[in-house]
C-alpha cells in the first residue's frame, strides 16, 4: 500500500478499535447490570460476577462490528474530505478506487475476524457463562444456607446457620421430617461446614445433638462429636447445562443428533443459527460499500456531504434490520435461510457494480471538481 492507504488503513483501523470497545464496554456494562440478581441472590463472588461479565463480551463484539466498520469509515473518509486530503490524493493521481480499497482490505479483515469469533470464540464463551450461570445458581452452599434465615430445601428439610465464617457455618440447625412423624430428626450443632465425602455432598457438623421423638412419644437426645448429614437427596441430577443454538460450533448445529427429540424439534434454529454465523461477517463489507459510496460514490462537494451520509446511515441501518428480520424469519422456514446470503451478498455486489461501472465510465469527472 501507498503511504497514504497506509495512513487511511491507520486512521479506519483505530477508529474501528475505539467504537468497538467504547460500545462493547458499554454493552457488558448494561448486561452486567442484569446478571446482579444471579450474584445477590446467590450470594457468589465478585470474580463471578466479572466472569459472567467478560463471557458475554464475543457476542456483543459479533453484533457491533459490522456497525463499528460502518461509523469508523464515514467518519474517516469524511476527515479526510474536510482536511482537503482527498484532494491531494487526487492531485497526487490517486484514484477514488485508490483511497477506498484500505478501507475495502480493513473490512475484510474485519470478516475475517467477525467470522472466526462466530466459529470458535463465541460457542466456547457462551458454554462457559452458561455453565457459570448454572453453577452459581446450583451452589448447593449457597442454596440451602442463608445465614440468619429458615430456608427450606425439598419437602421436610428446614436449614439454619446463625453466621458463616470462614466457610464454617456457626450455630446450625438441620429440621429433617422427610419421613414419617416418629423418624423426624433435628439436628443442633455448634459448628458445620459442607464438604464431599467420597463424592458425596455432605454437612459435617461438630458438637452437636440429635433430638428425636421415638414411638412413646418422648423426646430422645443423642450427643454427638462429629456427625455428617447426606446431601444427596437434595442435589439435583438433572440440572445438565441445556445447550442452546448460540452455544454449539457450526458442525453441532449442521450435523445433530438424529436420536434426541429435542434436537431434532431445534433443528430449524440451528440451520438458522448455522447461516448466521457464516453470512453476519459479511455484513460488514456491504457497511464499508455503503460508506465507500456516500462519500467517493459522487462528486467532490465543498459543501460537505451531510446529505449523503444521512442517506448512508439510513441504508446501513435498514441492511442491519432487514438482515435480522431475515434471520427471524429462517427459524420457522427453512427457505428463508438462502435470504440470509442474498442480503449481504446482494448488497455488496449491487453497490460494487455501481461503484466500479461510475468510475470506469466517466474517471475524469471524478477529481475534475476537486482540481
Known sequence: MKRIQSYLFRQVFRSVLIIVGGLTLLAILAQGLSQTDIIVENRQSALTYFTIVALGAPQVIALLTPLAVFVATIWS????????????????????????????????????????????????????????????????????????????AGEG??????????????????SDNRETETDSRDY???????VEVDGVPSIIMWEGQIHQIDENDALSVLNFDQSTFDLTPFVDDNAAVVLKASDRYLHELLY????????????????????????????????????????????FSRRGYSRRIAFATGGALLLVIVQLVVQSASRSSIG????????PLGTAAVLSLIFFKWRLKVPSRILGAAR
Open 77 to 152: 473518509l469524511n476527515k479526510l474530505h474536510r482536511d482537503n486530503e482527498v484532494v491531494v490524493a487526487g492531485a497526487a493521481g490517486m484514484t477514488r478506487w485508490d483511497i477506498a480499497s484500505p478501507i475495502l482490505r480493513l473490512a475484510v479483515l474485519a470478516a475475517i475476524v467477525h467470522l472466526g469469533v462466530n466459529l470458535w470464540v463465541q460457542p466456547t464463551a457462551q458454554r462457559l457463562l452458561r455453565e457459570t450461570v448454572q453453577d452459581a445458581r446450583t451452589d448447593l452452599a449457597t442454596s440451602l444456607v442463608r445465614p440468619g434465615q429458615f430456608t427450606t
Open 157 to 174: 428439610l428446614t436449614v439454619f446457620a446463625r453466621e458463616s465464617r470462614g466457610g464454617d457455618l456457626i450455630g446450625v440447625l438441620i
Open 188 to 194: 443442633l450443632a455448634q459448628r458445620g461446614r459442607f
Open 256 to 299: 445433530i443428533d438424529t436420536t434426541s427429540y429435542q434436537e431434532l424439534q431445534d433443528q430449524e434454529a440451528f440451520l438458522s443459527e448455522a447461516n448466521a454465523r457464516l453470512t453476519t461477517p459479511l455484513v460488514s463489507i456491504a457497511m464499508a460499500l455503503i460508506a465507500v459510496m456516500a462519500v467517493l460514490g459522487g462528486d
Open 336 to 343: 428463508a435461510n438462502v435470504a440470509q446470503w442474498f442480503v
